[in-house]
């Protein structure tokens, strides 16, 4: 029997899935190649129970950021899908503000200019 094939076979067994049959448990006895494999698969076995067990606290307040940092990314895509829907009309009305606030300055401007001449004449 070749390792490759017995290496193949050693997490089923390891963890119960099939039994062993005589000719890799004699391969096994007598590879220490084999041997080591089967520690490793089994110190990982060990593990991953030992994980099942172990409860992790998070650090305080962790919960209540991940929910309002959640909560933020929806709000930002509800307004970016809503804004991009109405995006010719926010142009178009930033478009017509800006040269509504443009004529305003200009006449201000005339205006100061037409007060300055009246008390220099």
Not at 23 to 29: E, G, I, K, M, P
Not at 39 to 68: D, F, S
Not at 95 to 113: D, E, F, P, Q, S
């Amino acid at each position: 029997m070749r390792c490759e094939r017995v290496a193949d076979l050693l997490p089923q067994i390891v963890d119960g899935a099939e039994p062993a049959d005589p000719q890799v448990r004699s391969h096994v006895a007598t590879c220490l190649r084999c041997q080591a494999e089967l520690v490793q698969y089994r110190k990982l076995l060990k593990a991953l129970r030992h994980l099942r067990t172990e409860i992790l606290q998070p650090a305080p307040g962790t919960l209540t950021a991940i929910l309002a940092d959640l909560e933020a990314a929806g709000e930002r895509g509800a307004m970016r899908s809503l804004l991009a829907g109405r995006r010719g009309a926010y142009l178009g009305g930033i478009a017509v503000a800006t040269a509504a606030a443009g004529a305003a300055g200009a006449l201000v401007m005339a205006n100061r200019g037409r007060r300055k001449m009246r008390l220099a004449g």
